[in-house]
């Protein structure tokens, strides 16, 4: 059974468009993590959520909506997409300050 | 603010060559230092975590060492299936510090 799940795996779109990423994870831990992952391998924190309560916010566009249903799940809205936002999203979690675990990436090309 | 730089950015090794990866790091307060291992396409998985200098931890043909400026991970024998990016990461101890990720190490090992 896959403990991170993000989906989808790959998402090809065209400037301007609006897309979201989901991530699920059956590990019962209590915080979440979106990290963005750039052409050059460099991993970046986005946002951090404990027990669905917004934690870490890092200087992220107001384009980009993290939304956590409940502390199983932590999606990701993206408004108005640019040409650079083209990265690889990898959703991850773990239970606090213990080590991560990560879903298998979601890599977004807009063109 | 919490800083990684690895080195070399890239290293390539025939099978059977030791080699040593570094990982340079200055945080205010060390919580944990982490290794991961990234394949193409796929997450990164956690290998190691180092909590204060002078530790030390292993797994198969990899070995962690860890002191208050830098860690390194030792490959002895590698084979090809050792070929990933090695990605060092820190937290520090303040707040709800997440994990800062350095660029990684992208090793291959030819037969």
């Known amino acids: 059974d896959t403990a991170v799940s993000q989906t989808p795996k790959y998402l090809v779109t065209q400037m301007g468009n609006d897309k979201s990423i989901k991530c699920e994870q059956n590990?019962?831990?209590?915080?979440m993590y979106w990290y963005k992952q750039d052409s050059k391998k460099f991993l970046k924190i986005m946002f951090s959520?404990?027990?669905?309560?917004?934690?870490i916010n890092e200087t992220v566009p107001n384009r980009f909506s993290p939304k956590s249903p409940d502390k199983a799940h932590l999606n990701l809205h993206i408004n108005s997409l640019e040409l650079g936002d083209s990265a690889v999203y990898f959703c991850?979690?773990?239970?606090?300050?213990?080590?991560?675990?990560f879903g298998s990436g979601t890599q977004l090309s807009v063109l | 603010e919490d800083q990684v730089t690895q080195s070399p950015e890239a290293l390539r090794l025939q099978e059977g060559e030791s080699s040593s990866l570094n990982c340079s790091y200055t945080?205010?307060?060390?919580?944990?230092l982490f290794w991961y291992r990234q394949d193409p396409g796929k997450g990164p998985e956690f290998l190691f975590t180092?909590?204060?200098a002078g530790e030390e931890k292993e797994k198969e043909r990899l070995k962690a060492t860890l002191t208050k400026k830098e860690s390194f991970l030792h490959i002895t024998a590698p084979k090809p299936e050792d070929s990933a990016t090695y990605l060092c990461?820190?937290?520090?101890?303040?707040?709800?510090?997440?994990?800062?990720f350095g660029k990684g190490t992208r090793l291959s090992v030819i037969a």
């Open positions: 180092l909590y204060s």
């Open positions: 959520y404990n027990n669905k309560e917004l934690i």
């Open positions: 991850a979690s773990n239970r606090m300050s213990e080590k991560l675990f």
């Open positions: 990461a820190v937290q520090g101890l303040s707040g709800n510090t997440p994990l800062v």
């Open positions: 590990l019962g831990h209590d915080t």
């Open positions: 945080v205010s307060g060390l919580r944990g």
